[in-house]
């Protein structure tokens, strides 16, 4: 009698739980807000977990009904008995309630300013790409091999320092050698060098959502290639402590699995108008690429022209790019 | 007589990483009980977006690996495993490296499985390579890690083949000088099916085990996301960075780095590559295969599996064959 009374509650409190978990995912979904927290492509899986959720508290539910009117079929003895002692239930239960309370309490927000403090701005994207030095070659002009911006503060040209691919006595007499020259290829990154060279003579470069980090990488790697160009970009406002009143990041936090993974990337802005922008604002904007140094880096800066405070996007985060970076060429 | 102190309870385990946890948080952030009045408040919301996210993601494939385990005890006969398995040792930890080819889905809901796979007769020296290897060879983490770093492919195959590396080793271990049984049995008789009554409904039953597995991994899954996301929330990673430049320190820090962070397999690539500057490559590939291998929640919900002492002694071959292995790695290919 005692042991029906103890299943039943046991079984009781999980299927509430149970329900409750599937639907706060029907909530997320309704509210159109999943993906705050998860990437795309994960959502269907979410949604099957939730129906998996539901199934499995209407599961306890029949079993319930059925306790009630068969008593002898209480138990399994597999191994999967609710604990016995009513504290390590509790502990257990409250555990998965938790989750639930800070679901339901706070409100869905998408991931701004405050998560970016904590996680650290990115600035410097083309540092990723850097591929391992290549060995020198010996009539290579350059006498450094790495591609590292700090080991040529003398050269404006980057392209110089590209290794073994270009022997000092090549020419520069047709436009596809001129491109190269700028555009050193390392190893891999034929393809970012490739949507440079496409995108190279424009006035206007528009970055969007698709592809937001793989043009960001782009521009980082040859940017002394892109100086003066325009550039369209939108994001949400973020300020290190640092930065002058005038300076702050146009950013976008790019999401891979789900919230916990996401990383923060943008471009560092300068406009006089940046006084009125506070924090978290979402806008877009218009300006020239140029470089400067911040905290011993040279990076792009971005001296805004036009800036415009826009509504926070549906999908305010970036995913990596898989298809092919000619479609990103494509303005 | 029977000894209970055997079976720990999961109370203990569960208090002793608290307080770990509590202890590495301190060390990171000493002001952390004088500043967390303020920043605490305003961290909630954070924390609450990071601990949604993290389990909204792995809740589909925590229940996906309870049904598929509960299937397996349930529908398929224990002979059939045997038969699976070939019985020489190394081709057997070489298919046990593989086999994460067919389980591509987050670790979380690899445990359950294999604690079935290992209470159907699957050698538990397979069992322990699976589920140290499987998370980081599969198509999945290969396709991530190599978007990830673009520029960098040999990052990717230093990945699996360190990760093989580690299997193999950990799989001849457990192999040769594993005696006793580390499994740690679960209340009621052990998960064997040879005594069980099938008089009811298979349905009924399959979902009887999987509500049952689902409460008793779900949780370690619940208190393993609560450290992760506090410690994503409120420990600012530039904080973090500082520590750990020296060539020995940066390798040890990546490690714990990534044993606190407690990201998915198919997502830690991103962000070890966010830390390709400060970071040496080296540092950045003990990241990439400690961290699936062993992480907060991984750590909690091995805990359930198998005896802490056998648990401690995984962690410890994981850690320094990582570390080792990273290294030589590191100097050798990948600069």
Known sequence: MNGKRRLLSHYGIRAILLIAFSFYIVHLVNADKLQYYIVPRLIPYVKYGAVGLFLLAVFYLY?????????????????????????RSGVLYVL??????LGFALPDRIMGSDIVTVKGMNL?????????????????????????????????????????EL??????????????????????????????????????IKVRSVGFLEMLTMLDMYKNNFIGTDIVISGFVYREDDMGTDQFVVSRLAMLCCSADSMPYGFLVKADSAVALPNDTWIAMTGK???????????????ASDISVIETPEDPYVYPYIDDFAALAEQ | MKSAPRTASWKMNALFGG??????????????????????????????????????EALPFLLLGVFVSSFMHVFIPEAWFRRMIPRNPLLGIL??????????????????????????????YVGVVFIFVGPIVNPIVFASTYAAFRTKPEMVYARMGLAIAVGLLLGWIVYYFIRSDPMRSAKGHGAGAAGHSHARNRLVETFEHAGGEFFDMGKYLILGSLITAAIQA?????????????????????????????????????????????????????????????????ALMLLSLFKTRFVLLLTGLIAISVFLGAWFIGDHYLN
Do not use: W
Request: glycine residues 6%; negative net charge; hydrophobic residues 45%.
């Open chain 1, 124 to 164: 410097q994207v083309a540092e990723v790409a850097k591929p391992s030095p290549v060995p020198a070659d010996p009539i290579a002009p350059s006498p450094s091999p790495s591609p590292s911006p700090s080991s040529s503060p003398d050269t404006n040209e980057t392209a110089s320092d590209a290794a073994a």
């Open chain 2, 234 to 298: 409120y420990v600012p990673r530039s904080d973090l960075a500082g520590i750990g430049q020296g060539e020995f320190a940066s390798h040890f820090f990546m490690m714990g780095f990534a044993f606190l962070l407690s990201l998915c397999s198919n997502s830690d690539a991103f962000v070890a590559s966010s830390f390709a500057s400060t970071f040496s490559a080296g540092s950045l590939l003990a990241f990439l295969v400690f961290g699936p291998m062993l992480d907060i929640k991984s």
């Open chain 1, 63 to 87: 079993r319930i009904i059925q306790l009630e009117d068969k008593p002898s079929e209480a138990h399994c003895e597999c191994g999967h008995e609710p604990p016995r002692s009513p504290f």
């Open chain 2, 19 to 56: 307080l770990f946890g509590l202890l590495v948080l301190f060390s990171i952030n000493p002001t952390l009980l004088s500043e967390a009045s303020v920043s605490f408040l305003e961290g909630m919301q954070s924390f609450k977006t990071m601990l949604i996210g993290i389990l909204l």
């Open chain 1, 167 to 204: 022997p000092g006595e090549k020419t520069i007499d047709n436009p596809s050698d001129e491109l190269d020259r700028l555009f050193p290829t390392y190893e891999y990154s034929e393809e970012f060098a490739e949507l440079g060279k496409k995108l190279f003579k424009r006035e206007v």
């Open chain 1, 289 to 303: 690429l140029s470089t400067t140094v911040y905290r011993g880096n040279e990076i792009i800066q971005l001296e």
């Open chain 1, 96 to 101: 998965f309630a938790i989750p639930l309370l």
């Open chain 2, 95 to 124: 298919v046990a490296c593989l086999l994460g080819v067919l389980f591509p889905i987050c670790e979380c809901g690899l445990i359950p499985v294999v604690r079935r796979l290992i209470a159907k007769g699957m050698p538990l």
